[in-house]
């Protein structure tokens, strides 16, 4: 299944203890470089309002960024969460995107809504616009393809008449809306396996073949870390842990800290059970080990691309991590998929 399973990177902009916000967009943009060196198939970037832990917050601005750093891979957003803007503001920057970068932009699409009532406050919107998630993301397909009729005499250029391909981030209803729309799932083992399994069921068994996928295409992601030991690559994934650990209990997330940190750091035992609960789902290990958890992941879940979302403060063990996981898919030597 590795051999056949295209392999993509996402990136949040994490900041790491010590670093600025704008040397976590250059990381991001530095890692685009490698990943599309390594023989990854896709590089997305993330949208947050307002977290003091990342700084990925104008997603199509840094997909331009990314994609003029680049030349070969594909370039996305994982995701631009809709309720949070105007189709037609989403249309008219995706489409400037195409228009300068043609066949290598992807449109990826959340529901999500900003992390705090203050951040929701700012923007605009509330937790109701994600429950219009799915008129929201027919109407910005519309300006695409020239049906939407929320707006009759508006048009979004230079976006219509162009045509990439759309994603829709399965959060809630994500699955069911998908299916629908008749676009690509990209889905997490956040609530463990099975439900993730029963999600891309629902999604194949009620999907609809569109202009953009005529069959189904699912995305699998998650953080997956390799390493000369199972003990290191389990300490790549330290640092993320603390902080998702840290944001259910202080509302925000913390920059990334050093392993040495994390480890000496003294929890409550509600504060190590969210710390255990973070790790639940990765995949760390040695190649032989990663390999073996990623066949039998993609040969349950049947998925057509697997999305990896590590994030760590040590760059340099980050890497080495993308490396070994492109050399064990062996990305730079497979044709084209």
């Known amino acids: 299944m590795i051999a056949t399973t295209r392999f993509s990177v996402l990136d949040r902009s994490r900041i790491r203890a010590g670093h600025d916000e704008q040397q976590s967009l250059r990381d991001t943009v530095a890692l685009a470089r490698e990943a599309e060196r390594l023989g990854y198939h896709r590089f997305w970037v993330s949208e947050h309002h307002s977290v003091p832990g990342v700084a990925g917050s104008?997603?199509?601005?840094?997909?331009?960024?990314?994609?003029?750093?680049?030349?070969?891979?594909?370039?996305?957003?994982?995701?631009?969460?809709?309720?949070?803007?105007?189709?037609?503001?989403?249309?008219?920057?995706?489409?400037?995107?195409?228009s300068l970068f043609p066949g290598r932009i992807d449109m990826g699409l959340g529901r999500s809504v900003g992390f705090t009532d203050g951040i929701r406050k700012a923007l605009g919107h509330g937790k109701q616009d994600a429950e219009d998630f799915g008129a929201r993301l027919a109407e910005l397909l519309g300006y695409f393809d020239g049906t939407q009729s929320a707006h009759p005499q508006v048009h979004a250029h230079p976006a219509e008449g162009l045509s990439l391909p759309a994603f829709v981030l399965a959060t809630g209803q994500g699955a069911k809306v998908a299916a629908e729309a008749g676009l690509a799932l990209v889905i997490a083992n956040v609530r463990g396996e099975d439900a993730m399994l029963r999600a891309i069921d629902v999604y194949r068994d009620t999907f609809r073949p569109s202009a953009l996928f005529d069959r189904p295409y699912v995305v699998v992601s998650g953080a997956v870390a390799v390493a000369d030991t199972a003990e290191a690559a389990r300490e790549i994934l330290l640092p993320e842990a603390w902080s998702m650990a840290y944001s259910r209990t202080h509302g925000s997330f913390p920059p990334l800290s050093p392993v040495d940190d994390v480890l000496s750091r003294a929890m409550t035992d509600g504060e190590r059970t969210l710390f255990q609960d973070a790790l639940r789902g990765q995949i760390h290990g040695t190649e032989d080990e990663v390999a073996d958890a990623l066949e039998k992941l993609l040969a349950h879940s049947g998925a057509d691309e697997f999305l990896v979302t590590t994030s760590t403060y040590d760059r340099t063990a980050l890497l080495d991590s993308y490396r070994r996981i492109a050399s064990l898919a062996g990305l730079s030597t497979r044709p084209a998929l």
């Open 58 to 98: 104008a997603p199509t601005v840094l997909a331009a960024a990314v994609a003029s750093a680049t030349s070969t891979i594909r370039v996305g957003t994982g995701g631009v969460m809709l309720p949070n803007h105007q189709p037609l503001v989403v249309a008219e920057q995706f489409g400037v995107l195409e």
